[in-house]
């Protein structure tokens, strides 16, 4: 499973980024896909995920500014995020788990998000 990460960037507060994350060696729909961050230093952390059942979830902290979501057809899932705050900067990872467990768990290779105040 190979896990491709783009539109990080540099913006101002307030403002709005749509990361992408696509997927090669498994279908997004037959797995758990998920958005991570981490700010160089500490601890990778929770964002987002959204289910092969469609079901997503999200850090309290981004709750209501971040969207998650998929395109099938692309084999491809976005996190869009508005509302940007400083402390939302951050290396922004994908993370994919098949349902597949033979495939295991692949991380993508991060974009880097900074946001300006």
């Known amino acids: 499973v190979q896990l491709q990460a783009s539109g990080g960037g540099l913006v101002t507060t307030g403002g709005s980024l749509r990361l992408s994350c696509a997927a090669s060696g498994t279908s997004v729909s037959q797995s758990t896909m998920g958005w991570f961050r981490q700010i160089p230093g500490k601890q990778r952390e929770f964002v987002s995920t959204?289910?092969?059942?469609?079901?997503?979830n999200y850090a309290d902290s981004v709750k209501g500014r971040f969207t998650i979501s998929r395109d099938n057809a692309k084999n491809t899932v976005y996190l869009q995020m508005t509302s940007l705050k400083p402390e939302d900067t951050a290396i922004y990872y994908c993370n994919a788990r098949p349902l597949d467990r033979t495939l295991g768990t692949s991380w993508g290779q991060g974009t880097l998000v900074t946001v300006s105040s």
């Open positions: 959204i289910t092969s059942s469609g079901h997503t």
